[in-house]
């Protein structure tokens, strides 16, 4: 009886842990969806002539090389209000994501004390595949140079609310 109270509690532990990450993958299913959404262009392709900006081009040239495919954005609830005033005092936690389904990547802004913390994530489990590599597409530390960059177009680190 022991051996059969035990292994239930197992299960019920390890089925408990297994939400919590599931959750922990999806974590934005419930936000607002942001304003940037639609198709990452080609390499290679001239944005700005087709109505885009700097940022918009930057991005295309850096993301080519790994072809996310289309995107969709959500903004963290307890940010939209920073984000639709085109703010720049994000509160702490996670803010918003790009989500690109075709390579199973979510990117990731997250504030902590007024400044951007940003990350690369698996879809399906949540774990971090940020890249080390220097100049890599998915390195935060690329992110944070083009966040910040442009004149501060991206308010509060944030670009997706730039144009709208």
Known sequence: ????????????????LAGASHAA????AKWPAGKAKGPMPDCGVNVIALGGDDILQ?????YCGVKPGNYES??????KKVYDAKGTS???GDTGVLVFKKIDAVFVTTHKGGQPIYD??????????????KGHPLNPE????CH????????GFVCGNRMF
Request: hydrophobic residues 45%; proline residues 3%.
């Open 58 to 62: 930057a991005t295309v040239d850096i």
């Open 148 to 155: 910040a960059s442009f004149n501060n177009s991206c308010k």
């Open 90 to 92: 994000y509160p702490d």
């Open 1 to 16: 009886m022991k051996k059969v109270v035990l292994a239930s509690l197992f299960a019920f532990a390890f089925m408990g």
């Open 120 to 133: 690369v994530r698996k879809i399906s489990d949540g774990k971090s595949i940020a890249s080390k590599e």
């Open 74 to 79: 959500y903004i963290n609830p307890a940010a």
């Open 142 to 145: 690329t992110c944070a140079k």
């Open 25 to 28: 993958a999806d974590f934005w």
